[in-house]
């Protein structure tokens, strides 16, 4: 049967039906899809978000890691829409610029670290992912290094999914068959998940263990062929993995042993998640040769992802005058993605959004860490507003429940219904609500995650499958 296209305006049940017949979602799960279709959302204010039939939840997902100043703001309404009166659009190729484009570029660079202070902007993250792999191989060779070539990423990371960008992401989950990933050139390296450490090992341990492993990947791929080095500062979906203490520093240390470039993937970590402009350097005292962002540089108003990346490759690039970087996309500055992203940084200062993320962010930290009491949490990890529950079958041994079980959606559908978003994924729930959350919304989202969570226990228990 397929939907027929409203004449007046559309009921909820209309809306669901025209979205079930026409709409593939991104990873779109078939067969509960077919059943279950899509829950409507119709509107967002701040933190919540309702539903077409007028249900209020606490979106704790933050839309996707990005709604990081809430939703509904007239200010950025308003901003949008002026810019789309005085230039809706204008390409930024070769020559041509917009005032938004160029702020925006001048305020990235004001608030990055280190010498990072040129700008390449894209539609969203994976694109900047996917530019960033060229800009290693096209810097490289710039450098006089045209063999460095390969690049190192990390299994259960996530940089986007574009052809190239899902290649150097890998999470078993995403890797299906008839997906014909790039393999060659595209090399990884364990997940530095403390909690999944081989049998025995302390953290420090761990953390020597990894970097070894680092060492013996370049050396066996041949340290003259390896470009660059991908890395989520924590990465994010992957199961929010927080790297043991020095790990980064450790990893900077070795690619700047062996020219490699660091390219730091901050798309979710940027603007605020955990209380800094950029984790790298903030959180974890390093300063990457690109980071790639998008999410909470726009709040998720509007599309929008930038590279931003050093003097220094900027230099090698622009060195043998008459060259062409052969790359950039017909929205890249689009003015008036930029004007949303100048409006989104100029409230995080105002209002000090930042602060508020590393203030009640703590709160939120410490709130859901007392989820482990819970006999079904093996581990709640990540920092600030960044924070994953990891559901298991024993405590002890870190043994996992059957994953047709999917624990995860049990419980976010049992906290739906009590009125709060949480992400499943597999046997774990992630959380990264709006910066701009209250104490009292801790308080939420932990008192009801922690009903949910034990529904879904007694539910098992019962059922005597724990
Ligand atoms: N990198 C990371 C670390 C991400 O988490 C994501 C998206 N979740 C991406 C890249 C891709 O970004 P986008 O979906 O905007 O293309």
């Not at 809430?70 to 009166?85: L, S, T, Y």
């Not at 081989?198 to 470009?227: S, T």
Request: hydrophobic share 40%; aromatic share 8%; proline share 5%.
């Amino acid at each position: 049967m397929t939907a027929v296209f409203p004449r007046n305006t559309p009921s909820p049940a209309d809306i669901w039906q025209m979205d079930h017949d026409h709409v593939l979602h991104p990873w779109a799960n078939f067969g509960p899809f077919e059943e279950k279709g899509a829950l409507v959302i119709a509107r967002g204010e701040g933190c919540h978000l309702w539903d077409a039939e007028g249900r209020r939840y606490f979106d704790a997902i933050g839309g996707m890691w990005c709604t990081n100043i809430g939703q509904g703001r007239k200010e950025m309404a308003d901003a949008i829409a002026a810019q789309v009166e005085r230039l809706a659009f204008s390409n930024t190729f070769v020559d041509t610029t917009n005032e938004p484009s160029a702020m925006l570029a001048a305020k990235l660079a004001e608030l990055a670290p280190g010498d990072l202070n040129r700008v390449h902007f894209t539609t969203g993250g994976s694109t900047a992912v996917d530019t960033a792999y060229r800009m290693v191989q096209y810097c490289q060779h710039c450098m006089g290094r045209p063999e460095k070539t390969q690049i190192i990423a990390r299994n259960m990371s996530y940089h986007g999914s574009t052809y190239i960008s899902q290649s150097v992401g890998k999470r078993p989950g995403d890797r299906v068959e008839q997906f014909r990933y790039k393999l060659d050139g595209i090399h990884h390296i364990s997940a530095p998940n403390p909690y999944r450490a081989p049998e025995g090992m302390d953290e420090a341990a761990f953390c020597d263990w990894l970097v070894a492993e680092f060492e013996a990947k370049i050396a066996e791929i041949g340290p003259d062929r390896v470009g660059g080095f991908f890395a989520e500062p924590i990465q994010a979906s992957g199961g929010v993995i927080v790297p043991p203490e020095g790990y980064l520093r450790r990893m900077r240390e070795v690619c700047d042993r062996h020219d490699i470039l660091f390219v730091a993937d901050e798309v979710v970590t940027a603007f605020g998640r955990i209380g800094h402009w950029f984790a790298s350097e903030s959180e974890f005292g390093i300063v990457p040769d690109i980071i790639t962002c998008a999410k909470g540089l726009t709040s998720g108003y509007i599309p929008l992802g930038a590279l931003i990346f050093s003097d220094r490759i900027w230099e090698a690039m622009a060195a043998d005058g008459g060259r062409w970087f052969t790359s950039g996309f017909t929205y890249s500055g689009h003015p008036v993605a930029c004007a949303a992203g100048l409006k989104n940084i100029e409230i995080m200062e105002r209002e000090d959004i930042l602060g508020n993320a590393a203030r009640v962010g703590a709160l939120f930290e410490a709130r859901m860490k007392r989820l482990e009491a819970l006999p079904m949490v093996g581990q709640v990890r990540g920092r600030k507003l960044m924070i994953c529950v990891e559901n298991v079958a024993d405590k002890e041994t870190r043994a996992l429940l059957p994953e047709d079980l999917d624990v995860g959606t049990r419980i976010a559908d049992a906290a739906e219904a009590m009125g709060l978003m949480v992400r499943p994924m597999g046997h774990l729930n992630v959380m990264s609500p709006p910066l701009t959350l209250t104490a009292g919304d801790v308080e939420f989202v932990g008192d009801t995650l922690e009903r949910a969570i034990r529904q879904v226990a007694d539910d098992l228990t019962r059922a005597g499958i724990r």
